[in-house]
């Protein structure tokens, strides 16, 4: 079964860390996805930009308009996330406890079944 395990971040939350605690959860990131690749669980990993660097895309009668900025104004935005494969629902969710945010008060790993999943190659 394949799980998104998806880390939202909360600007607020994070900036009221100290520069030790956001570094340890940065760092934190490279033993866990060890512990993924190792065990062939690990699919993939992407970690995004701030909000502040998107674009929006809407098409009204056929002309496209593009904004900047997040397509909400939001407190929670999607960080990054870890596509993986696993046995379970519930193995998922004991990787989604290993993540590093899941351990900052206020924060956590959603983690999301995946339906259908494509790439180039299909």
């Known amino acids: 079964?394949?799980?998104?395990?998806?880390m939202h971040n909360n600007p607020r939350i994070w900036d009221a860390l100290t520069e030790e605690e956001r570094?340890?959860?940065?760092?934190?990131?490279?033993?866990?996805m060890e512990t993924i690749k190792k065990s062939g669980e690990?699919?993939?990993?992407?970690?995004?930009?701030?909000?502040?660097?998107?674009?929006?895309?809407r098409v009204r009668g056929g002309v496209p308009a593009v904004t900047d900025g997040p397509y909400l104004e939001a407190k929670e935005y999607l960080?990054?996330?870890?596509?993986?494969?696993c046995d379970s629902r519930?193995?998922?969710?004991?990787?989604?406890?290993?993540i590093p945010d899941a351990g900052i008060e206020g924060l956590?790993?959603?983690?999301?079944p995946v339906l259908f999943s494509g790439t180039a190659d299909d």
């Open 90 to 98: 519930e193995r998922a969710l004991e990787l989604a406890a290993l």
């Open 108 to 112: 956590g790993v959603e983690v999301r």
């Open 23 to 32: 570094n340890e959860v940065m760092s934190g990131h490279g033993p866990f």
């Open 1 to 6: 079964m394949k799980f998104l395990l998806i």
């Open 79 to 85: 960080g990054g996330y870890y596509l993986v494969e």
């Open 42 to 57: 690990l699919i993939g990993t992407t970690a995004l930009a701030d909000p502040s660097q998107s674009a929006v895309v």
